[in-house]
Structure formats: C-alpha cells, structure tokens
C-alpha cells in the first residue's frame, strides 16, 4: 500500500529565507508524486509533479523539488519565502497500479515571519 | 477557475439528514475522484469513477455512495449525516495522473 510522510507538521520560517519541506512515499514501483498547496478556505492547488526523467522538477512560485529514490524522499524547496507562501502543503504519492488515486500526507502548515 | 465545478460550496444540514454533492469534471477528462478532508483524518481517498463506471473505492462509508453519468458529471451522495461527517469534500477529475481538484464543498452537520 501506498503511504506518505510529512514529518513536519508546521515550519516556520522568515521572509527571504530558504525553505525545504520533506516528504517520504513508500511504494513498491517507480511512483508518480506531487505537491500541493492549500491556502486557507480554498482548494488544492498543484505546485509540481515528478513522473519520470530528471529527478529535480521545477514548479509554479519559484518552487523546486527533488526525487531520491534512494532514500524515498521528494522534498520541496525554495530558495527565498515571500509572505504570500503561508499556506499548507501536501505531498502526494499515486500510480497506474492504482488507477493513479493519489494517497496525501498529512501537510506542512508554513507560517512567514515579516 | 481549475476546470473542475463543485457546487454547493457550503452546505449546512442537521444529523440524519441525506445531502447531494455535485461534480462537474473539465472537459474531456473520463475519470472523477472523490476525496474527504477533515482535521483529524486529513484527506483521504473515497471513491473513483471512470466513464460511468466505479474504478476504486477508498475509506467509504456505507452511508456513503457516489455516481457518474453519462454526461460525466458526478455526484457524492451523503446519507444519515452525523457530526464527525463535516469536513471539505473535493473532486477532482484527471487524464492520467495528472489530476485538477475543484474547490470544494464545504459541508458542516449541526
């Protein structure tokens, strides 16, 4: 089955400073994984996706992420916060083998300091 | 605008009442999923629907239960309502793996 962990529940960090959320998936195959951003009240709106080919993939908002399938991770960063990235962020695992319904973790709540 | 129509996007309601949540998927996209967000579960997988036809099923309630017809919109039907049910409730629809979501409903149980 497929799992993923966000061992982060809430970071907080300063305007113009670097960011990495992290992001672990356990799944047997080659998996197809996501993140997502969620401001509050509103919906979910993806940031990046990873299907195959180069392992860093590059997003919408300056945001980057990168596949290390050694370590099943497929953590999010960005070299400088603006204010306007407080939000909450998931990570998503999904594959063909399961009709690509897309298993989330549990989100990062990224809170901004002026 | 995502693509993806969901409407209503509040609904309040009382325990034991039955409410319709309605699905509109972008054009051309044959699959609808159906997702659950709530503080203490997070967002879990309900159920997925491909041209009409039931794919997969996730943590579902029995008083739950969904369909896509033919002109492939969806709707996610919610019976016998209790307290723990209220939660955002998302669509989404997809080609593949790549999925749009909807912006929700948002349904609170008083």
């Known amino acids: 089955a497929q799992s993923v962990t966000q061992p982060d529940i809430h970071i907080t960090v300063s305007e113009g400073a670097s960011l990495e959320l992290r992001c672990n998936y356990s799944?047997?195959?080659?998996?197809?994984l996501f993140w997502y951003v969620q401001s509050p009240g509103q919906g979910l709106q993806l940031l990046l996706k990873?299907?195959?080919?180069?392992?860093l993939v590059q997003g919408i908002k300056g945001f980057e992420a990168e596949f290390k399938r050694s370590q099943s991770s497929f953590n999010l960063r960005k070299p400088s916060v603006h204010w306007s990235d407080a939000a909450e962020y998931f990570c998503?695992?999904?594959?063909?083998?399961?009709?690509?319904?897309?298993?989330f973790g549990k989100g990062t709540l990224l809170t901004v300091n002026p | 605008d995502s693509g993806v129509t969901q409407t209503p996007k509040h609904l309040i309601t009382a325990t034991g009442q039955r409410v319709t949540l309605r699905c509109s998927p972008r054009s051309g996209d044959l699959s609808v999923y159906w997702y659950q967000q709530s503080l203490d579960q997070g967002l879990q997988f309900l159920i997925q629907?491909?041209?009409?036809?039931?794919?997969a099923k996730g943590n579902i309630l029995e008083r739950f239960s969904a369909q896509q017809f033919p002109d492939l919109h969806s709707e996610l039907n919610l019976s016998s309502l209790e307290l723990g049910d209220s939660a955002l409730y998302f669509c989404a629809s997809s080609v593949g793996p790549s999925y749009t979501f909807g912006s929700g409903t948002r349904l609170t149980v008083v």
């Open positions: 998503a695992v999904g594959a063909r083998g399961s009709n690509y319904k897309l298993t």
């Open positions: 990873y299907f195959s080919g180069d392992t």
């Open positions: 799944y047997g195959a080659t998996p197809y």
């Open positions: 629907y491909y041209n009409g036809e039931e794919r």
